[in-house]
């Protein structure tokens, strides 16, 4: 993501004006999660359904402001690889609904997805020929090694369902990898243009084999309040990476995971198992490790970028 220079406020020095508005998108994105699976579990609204009128809810919301703003020209020289972010992108959010939808436990969902940077790197040795350290390479193995114990396949509460936001995972970090060869030629402008206004309408298209089913009137307030707090959710992050440095602001983004935990057991009643606890210490332990590697060799790249995850 492009780093913005603004003006900080005079009342709150740009590095915490940069903190706040990243656990803000946290907060925001608990919201989503937690309104997402009372649409799909308790009012009956199929996840691809939700996924798609998420999405359109938050064009809608953003959609003014973007025009007023000017929208940016969506002139790509790579128009199929484009389409392809945007796919993934999509099948990525279908993945991550339907795990809320099949009552994956929202903390665990959220822990899950935060392996996507360890794929990130995988991917970016295998597929795009880039040279992964030995101490990068122990990272990603911790990482995964903490998504497999909160998993735990073998125990008898194991279902498939929870498969899903792993599958979400690695969709979004596809997305990332994606993005890291577009911005080679494209601006990052035009990269956020077709996200923007693609990802619903292929989130529709994915829904109509299985049947658009209308809300209740309950089940429209809960996905236009996921939908509008989406987009303040993608704009409080937008603020967070354009008031202070990426490598500061992103260990904030850690805290999303016990705000999720505490949703989750405040409305569904989930507490987290002491396996939780354990794989996501590795996770964060792992992710905040790869974020110093990448903070001391900027000259390296980055394979960065915000999905569009609802975590």
């Not at 198992?273 to 964060?284: D, E, N, R």
């Amino acid at each position: 993501m492009s780093q913005t220079t603004l003006t900080a406020s005079p009342a709150l020095p740009a590095p915490v004006a940069g903190a706040a508005f990243m656990v803000a998108a946290g907060v925001a994105f608990a919201g989503v999660n937690t309104l997402e699976q009372i649409a799909t579990t308790r009012l009956g609204i199929p996840a691809p359904t939700a996924a798609f009128l998420q999405y359109a809810v938050a064009l809608l919301a953003v959609l003014p402001w973007a025009v007023r703003r000017g929208l940016p020209s969506l002139s790509t020289r790579r128009p199929w690889l484009q389409a392809l972010r945007v796919l993934l992108a999509a099948l990525g959010v279908q993945a991550w609904v339907a795990g809320l939808a099949h009552g994956v436990p929202i903390g665990q969902a959220v822990a899950l997805v935060m392996t996507s940077p360890f794929v990130v790197t995988l991917g970016a040795a295998l597929l795009l020929g880039e040279r992964v350290s030995i101490e990068r390479w122990l990272a990603v193995t911790i990482g995964f090694a903490g998504g497999l114990i909160i998993l735990d396949p073998f125990a008898e509460t194991f279902t498939a369902a929870s498969l899903y936001p792993l599958a979400a995972s690695v969709l979004w970090a596809g997305v990332s990898l994606v993005q890291k060869r577009l911005l080679v030629e494209d601006s990052p402008e035009a990269v956020a243009a077709w996200l923007l206004l693609l990802l619903a309408p292929v989130n529709l298209v994915l829904a109509l084999p299985s049947g658009l089913v209308l809300p209740t009137a309950d089940g429209w307030i809960a996905i236009i309040a996921v939908g509008v707090l989406t987009a303040a959710a993608q704009a409080f992050l937008a603020l967070a990476y354009s008031r202070a440095d990426a490598a500061y602001v992103q260990p904030f983004d850690h805290v999303k995971l016990p705000l999720n935990i505490i949703a989750g057991w405040l409305v569904f009643g989930w507490l987290p198992t002491a396996q939780l606890w354990i794989g996501a210490a590795l996770i964060i332990g792992a992710s905040l490790f790869l974020l110093w590697r990448e903070s001391r060799a900027p000259e390296a790249g980055r394979a960065t970028g915000q999905s569009p995850s609802s975590s």
